[in-house]
DNA sequence: CGAATACTTGAGTGGGGTCAACGCAAGTGG
DNA sequence: CCACTTGCGTTGACCCCACTCAAGTATTCG
């Protein structure tokens, strides 16, 4: 949890008693097998979670039978808060590789929002940053043109994981084969193939074995169009004041 | 303020107390010119707010030039509350026809919450659902059939609109253009004229003059493929106990 | 070592994009 | 009242990006 701790840290203090309650709350460890289902779709949600370790996938089967992938948690992510108030899941969530989560029931969520509102507003700023990246991902499957699709995940997973600490320079593990890349872009598997051929060509990645090297930076992110501001990352530009000021709430 | 009311009173009903601090909260109005911007994308966030007529949408301009239109807050819908922790904005909201809106600032909006949670969570519900509409949109222009996009916003739109009350039996008020259809489904306007002309010539719409009708809802939900899942909507086959008992928070 | 999975490559095709022109209605101003 | 403009919708011609089908090649795994 020290991960999530140092997370939310970046955008306030916390103070000792906050970090308890927040590691008392997500009290229970799950650990799962590569492919794992952790909730289906239609299924009523009955827990907010953190990824600690591993990758995790949203997706949906279309009616054309089509699979659709719609966000990537990342270890530090919390997910399933975007659910926690609601019936049931609109969408699955799956395991790529092994992963550990931790997760807290919804009364749990409810009693730190309601004791702890600071804490509780850090934990739903995580959630808007990840609801701020659905939107990117509508505009990378809709408008965006299609090399430059590729390109841009890569940009984006390679500044999440650089954001937690998961990337060597510029490389790191990249557990998607080339039919979940095209189905979280929009793109048939055959196409990613032969995009990801021509970024080889380019020398802007090398990818194999599940680790992504990126081999000129610049580059790629100028055939992306990648603008992290949407990624809402803690930067040394923003405003000198606390986001979350103790006496705001 | 009262479609607002009753909307929220759907999942657990308002005490007068709760009502009175919702009025309070978002105290101030604002009329939007067409197309006027409310705010634009890299403006930091000042407000929360509902709308009370009208339609807006949020969209981002790619580095490729093009627009994409990244969602459509309807009247009764709570927005921003999705960049109310946020630094900037990562995109623009703007008013299609002349609209209004009700606005409170962040202070009001933490106040709310601190001292009336389960008010809170109701609005944060609200904005969990529009969440799960940017998912279905990541669908919608990602590995969803062409013909099939068109026909899945129209089931969309009718049926948040029908939600609030706004509609005339199968007709509504539908003021975009084929260049916003385009720029909302990831199409070009001139695909979506073509488009728009076979679903007119099966006779499953008729659209003009900022009309729609639709005249076979049946076949025009199979075309698409639409299931309303992911609006959340109350629904008689969902748990009988309220969603938000009083004691949970 | 076979079986399964993932990746690669080629050939053929069509959906959807772009460009360009034109129709039509609603302003606008002389 | 008419000439001009502006915005939106419609239509045709052309073409390319990306999909599908199909076959072949690693690579991993029981």
Redesign the pocket.
Known sequence: MDLVVEKLSRHAALSPTEIRVLKEAFDTRRVLEPGETLIAEREPPRFVGVLLEGMLRREKILSSGHRQILGLPLPGDVFDLHGFLLERMDHSIIAFPRSVVALAPHSAVLELNRDHPRLGALLWRDGLVENAIFREWIANCGHR???SRLAHLICEIYTRLAQVGLTDGLSFAFPL???DL?DAI??????V?????RLRGENLIRFI?GRMDILDWEALRAAAGFDPLYLHLVSTDRPTEALLPLEAV
Chains 1, 2 share one sequence.
Do not use: E, M, V, Y
């Not at 929009?186 to 196409?191: F, L, M, P, R, T």
């Not at 193939?193 to 051929?197: A, F, K, V």
């Open positions: 043109p299609g090399p084969s080339q039919a095209g929009g793109q048939s598997a055959i196409h193939n032969r995009t990801l051929q074995g």
